[in-house]
Protein backbone atom coordinates (compact mmCIF):
# COMPACT_ATOMS: atom_id res chain seq x y z
CA UNK A 1 0.00 0.00 0.00
CA UNK A 2 1.55 3.44 -1.05
CA UNK A 3 1.20 6.41 1.28
CA UNK A 4 0.35 9.87 0.34
CA UNK A 5 -0.08 12.98 2.86
CA UNK A 6 -1.80 16.01 1.91
CA UNK A 7 0.28 19.26 1.21
CA UNK A 8 0.07 22.57 -0.25
CA UNK A 9 1.08 21.28 -3.54
CA UNK A 10 -1.91 18.17 -3.54
CA UNK A 11 -1.37 14.89 -2.14
CA UNK A 12 2.65 14.01 -1.82
CA UNK A 13 3.97 9.99 -1.95
CA UNK A 14 5.32 9.68 1.19
CA UNK A 15 6.20 5.81 1.85
CA UNK A 16 4.81 2.31 1.30
CA UNK A 17 3.76 0.14 3.88
CA UNK A 18 3.60 -3.82 3.33
CA UNK A 19 3.74 -5.28 7.30
CA UNK A 20 1.56 -5.67 10.05
CA UNK A 21 -1.46 -6.89 7.97
CA UNK A 22 -3.42 -9.44 9.09
CA UNK A 23 -4.52 -11.90 6.05
CA UNK A 24 -8.32 -11.16 6.50
CA UNK A 25 -7.41 -7.35 6.71
CA UNK A 26 -5.32 -7.78 3.40
CA UNK A 27 -8.47 -9.23 2.03
CA UNK A 28 -10.96 -6.56 3.16
CA UNK A 29 -8.53 -3.84 1.63
CA UNK A 30 -7.83 -5.73 -1.58
CA UNK A 31 -11.68 -6.09 -1.86
CA UNK A 32 -12.67 -2.24 -0.41
CA UNK A 33 -9.58 -0.76 -3.09
CA UNK A 34 -11.08 -2.68 -5.48
CA UNK A 35 -13.99 -0.96 -6.50
CA UNK A 36 -12.24 2.63 -6.23
CA UNK A 37 -9.84 1.31 -8.98
CA UNK A 38 -8.68 4.28 -11.39
CA UNK A 39 -5.92 4.25 -14.43
CA UNK A 40 -3.59 7.36 -12.49
CA UNK A 41 -1.86 7.39 -9.96
CA UNK A 42 -3.55 10.28 -7.17
CA UNK A 43 0.42 12.09 -6.41
CA UNK A 44 1.17 15.49 -7.61
CA UNK A 45 4.12 14.27 -8.41
CA UNK A 46 5.02 11.00 -10.75
CA UNK A 47 6.57 7.99 -9.20
CA UNK A 48 9.70 5.84 -9.96
CA UNK A 49 9.57 3.03 -11.68
CA UNK A 50 10.82 1.23 -8.37
CA UNK A 51 7.94 2.44 -6.36
CA UNK A 52 5.00 2.31 -8.43
CA UNK A 53 5.78 -1.27 -8.99
CA UNK A 54 2.85 -3.71 -9.02
CA UNK A 55 0.26 -0.95 -7.64
CA UNK A 56 -3.29 -0.72 -8.29
CA UNK A 57 -4.39 2.79 -8.01
CA UNK A 58 -7.38 4.10 -6.12
CA UNK A 59 -9.51 6.87 -5.41
CA UNK A 60 -7.80 8.96 -2.47
CA UNK A 61 -11.16 7.86 0.05
CA UNK A 62 -9.39 5.90 2.43
CA UNK A 63 -8.03 7.49 5.38
CA UNK A 64 -5.72 5.22 8.10
CA UNK A 65 -3.53 6.23 11.32
CA UNK A 66 0.09 4.42 11.13
CA UNK A 67 3.38 4.85 13.02
CA UNK A 68 6.63 5.55 10.92
CA UNK A 69 10.41 4.41 11.60
CA UNK A 70 11.46 7.11 9.16
CA UNK A 71 10.80 9.41 6.28
CA UNK A 72 12.26 9.33 3.01
Keep these: MLLGA ?3 NGLTYIGRISAGFKDSERV ?4 CL ?9 FE ?3 TREDARAVQWTRS ?7 SHGWR
Design 28 to 31: ELRW
Design 34 to 42: AERSKTHPP
Design 6 to 8: YTD
Design 61 to 67: VLVGQGQ
Design 45 to 47: RPL
